[in-house]
């Protein structure tokens, strides 16, 4: 072929993201090929596209074909489902690709197994990048934010094409090279453990605010969509707010969000992150407590039953008693208290990061890291450019929560903070986020904690050995002789 005729770059993987994503890439003026097993696929997206603007979009119905209409060194983004699909993907791809030629997979991947595939294609002569992509499905064609990480010399060949395709904000493209190996991935799945805890944290306030404020989903339409007008201003508040506003068209009664099963789904980025943050000995217990509040969430049988069995025990459900509750009060609390916890589930993010950074080498920016989420994603929100701004002050900060701007703003919202957990205990209303994020913040604060005790209990029954804290070396003291000495 001549090389006029063909695509600057290829796209594999044709469900909703991936054509969103070709879209996209091809409305911003970049030629671009696109491949699926399921040739129905392939057929819709050359329809969408013709439909959407005649957009510079070819459709291939084999591997063969597909990577040979590409430029060389050809790119090819692969968007398939987790695991063996992008295996069996890069074997049917890269039997047509040469050396030189570059492999990103934009799916949510283990970031090991992408550090496994990068050795591989590297033994081939290709190149490899793991590309965390966050957004959605309207992201994803509009622009979304996009986290390259492995071979920064494939990142240097499409450039230019993801500049344009990411969203754009006040200081540029919401794109950029995370690093070498499977840091792009790891950003990623750390972003959606972040996602986690806002959205545990979110749907704590509603039911705070529902459940002992006694306030309707067209209120809380109203309450979101003015938050979303401050500080707490995201996307997920947005979407929030507007969720509130639709009603059962189904049975005519009422509001949707009402007629939903309370299970929440996943698909276990957020309990990667938990695990990395226990294998590196990071504090995260706003993101653990909301995989835990999924787990719990999909027991719901058991906790028909289980209301049953109290109730009838004489357990009475406090949360209907909605009296002497100042609503007014409650809304502008629960505002604080929300705040507060969100900022502590970034800052358990970022310290995850920043550990897992230093282990592998890969010398991880976290400003620019919140940079690139203020647009596109999920978790954007307008306190990202303050993120943006306390890593800029100090790349060192040992924590989000220590930064003077952020410091000041938890000591004047934690007395709202504290009522809001403790009105929520007392009413018998679970907040474990944001009960997580307090007990995260008053730990930290904390000069001195009763670990001294554990510590000499671990003396004790195992001869561990403890420090003290007038003079150095490691101590271990015959406590049960000692203590029986005391007794006489």
């Known amino acids: 072929m001549e090389s006029a005729t063909l695509s600057q ?197 509603y039911d705070v605010l529902k459940n002992v404020g006694g306030l309707g989903n067209d209120e809380l339409a109203e309450i979101f969509g003015e938050w979303n007008r401050g500080e707490l201003e995201s996307f997920l508040i947005e979407i929030t707010s507007d969720i509130f506003k639709v ?77 002497g509750v100042d609503k007014k009060k409650l809304v502008d609390d629960v505002r604080q208290a929300l705040y507060a916890s969100k900022i502590c589930s970034y800052a358990q993010g970022m310290n995850l990061l920043r550990a897992k950074s230093l282990e592998k080498g890969w010398g991880l920016n976290l400003g620019e890291l919140a940079r690139i989420w203020k647009g596109g994603c999920i978790i954007r929100a307008v306190f990202l450019d303050r993120i943006k701004q306390a ?13 003077p701007e952020f410091a000041r703003e938890m000591v004047q919202r934690q007395a709202a903070w504290r009522r809001v957990v403790g009105l929520a205990i007392q009413k018998g209303v679970s907040v474990p986020g944001m009960s997580a994020s307090l007990q995260y913040f008053d730990t930290y604060r904390r000069g001195r904690l009763p670990a001294n005790l554990v510590q000499a209990q671990r003396d004790y029954f195992g001869a561990h050995t403890y420090e003290r804290v007038d003079r150095p070396g490691a101590y271990h003291t015959e406590w049960s002789k000692l203590a029986r000495k005391a007794r006489v």
């Open 391 to 403: 890593y800029q002050r100090n790349p060192g900060l040992a924590n989000l929560l220590v930064d």
């Open 9 to 205: 770059i290829g796209l594999a993987g044709l469900a909703v993201m991936g054509q969103n994503l070709a879209l996209n890439i091809a409305e911003k003026g970049f030629p671009i090929s696109v491949y699926n097993r399921t040739t129905s696929k392939v057929d819709e997206t050359l329809d969408r596209a013709h439909r959407e603007g005649q957009l510079p979009l070819t459709g291939h119905y084999n591997p063969k074909d597909f990577v040979l209409s590409l430029q060389k060194p050809r790119s090819v983004i692969i968007l398939v489902k987790a695991g063996a699909p992008v295996d069996q993907t890069i074997a049917a791809l890269s039997a047509y690709m040469e050396p030189g030629d570059t492999i990103i997979d934009g799916g949510n991947e283990w970031y090991e197994n992408t550090e496994r595939r990068m050795v591989d294609a590297s033994a081939n002569g290709l190149l490899y990048l793991g590309m965390g992509v966050s957004g959605g499905e309207e992201g994803a064609r509009y622009g979304p934010s996009l986290m390259p990480g492995g071979s920064h010399r494939a990142y240097l060949n499409i450039h230019n094409i993801l500049d344009k395709v990411a969203a754009q904000v006040d200081d540029g493209p919401c794109v950029t090279y995370i690093g070498e190996g499977g840091s792009g991935n790891f950003v990623k799945m750390v972003h959606n453990g972040i996602e986690y805890g806002d959205m545990q944290l979110i749907s704590e306030a």
């Open 247 to 323: 009603e059962d068209h189904e049975s005519g009664k009422g509001h949707l969000v009402d007629k939903i099963l309370d299970k929440t789904g996943m698909k276990g980025t957020g309990k990667w992150t938990v695990q990395q943050a226990a294998e590196l000995s990071i504090a995260a217990p706003t993101i653990a407590a909301s995989l835990d509040s999924r787990y719990m969430s999909g027991l719901k049988d058991e906790r028909e039953a289980a209301s049953e069995i109290f109730r009838k025990e004489g357990l009475t459900e406090e949360i209907n008693n909605v009296g």
